[in-house]
């Protein structure tokens, strides 16, 4: 079993749809990271949370640390939300990552 | 300002040779990561450089792997002895600092990657 589990491994949605990604960890971490990767390969950090809540623009990212649980919710989906969302969980310290195999969405007009 | 950037953009080499591939960060930035990213695969932590600390070289996949920071600044990883398992895009990031409470100044900037194909 992965260490970062994410689901589901592929989602197809609507525009303005609501999408919510989810990650569930089975290591002690420092913090959980969610990336995205356009279909270029380039990455952009997303979030980087340890506990509560976070909002930028469409994208909300949360997590439960007891339940070692994450999930990335895009809010009115749009297509150019078309792209991979990776989870990495930071170990405890905070230098190593441990990557999510990664969703790959697909926003449709 | 100018972001991570990354050289050679691609590079193909020989079974056997050794590569060297060079990070830039932004200007700045404490902490540096490398990762790599194989062919249908995910992400890879490979090392990780904290000011003037020893790197966490946890992530690297062999001896055949080194790293080294300079001046706290650009960094160069280098494969000795490339197998055709090392084919992958080789990915680095820098933040201001690394992760402490979640704020701006962890956020990671990926360079654009170097694409190695060895044959």
């Known amino acids: 079993k992965n260490e970062v589990e994410q689901s589901p491994q592929n989602l197809t949605a609507q525009e303005g749809e609501f999408i919510t990604i989810n990650c569930s960890y089975s290591v002690g971490i420092s913090a959980l990271h969610w990336l995205q990767q356009h279909p270029g390969g380039g990455i952009v950090s997303l979030f980087m949370?340890?506990?509560g809540k976070k909002k930028h623009g469409r994208l909300i990212a949360t997590i439960n640390i007891q339940e070692k649980h994450s999930s990335l919710h895009i809010t009115a989906s749009h297509p150019r939300d078309s792209a991979v969302y990776i989870c990495a969980v930071l170990n405890t310290n905070a230098g190593k990552s441990t990557f999510g195999d990664g969703t790959t969405l697909t926003v449709k007009p | 300002g100018a972001g991570v950037s990354q050289s050679p953009s691609n590079k193909v080499t020989e079974k056997g040779k050794d590569v060297e591939l060079r990070c830039d960060p932004i200007s700045g930035h404490t902490a540096l990561y490398w990762y790599r990213q194989s062919l249908g695969q995910g992400l890879e932590f490979l090392i990780y450089f904290q000011g003037n600390s020893a790197p966490d070289k946890s992530g690297l996949p062999s001896d055949r792997f080194s790293a080294e920071r300079t001046g706290g600044s650009v960094s160069t990883l280098t494969i000795q002895r490339t197998q055709q398992e090392d084919s992958a895009v080789y990915l680095c990031?820098?933040?201001?600092?690394?992760?402490?409470?979640?704020?701006?100044?962890?956020?990671?900037?990926f360079g654009p990657g170097t694409r190695l194909l060895v044959l």
């Open positions: 949370l340890s506990s």
């Open positions: 990031a820098s933040s201001l600092a690394p992760y402490s409470a979640g704020g701006p100044q962890e956020t990671q900037y």
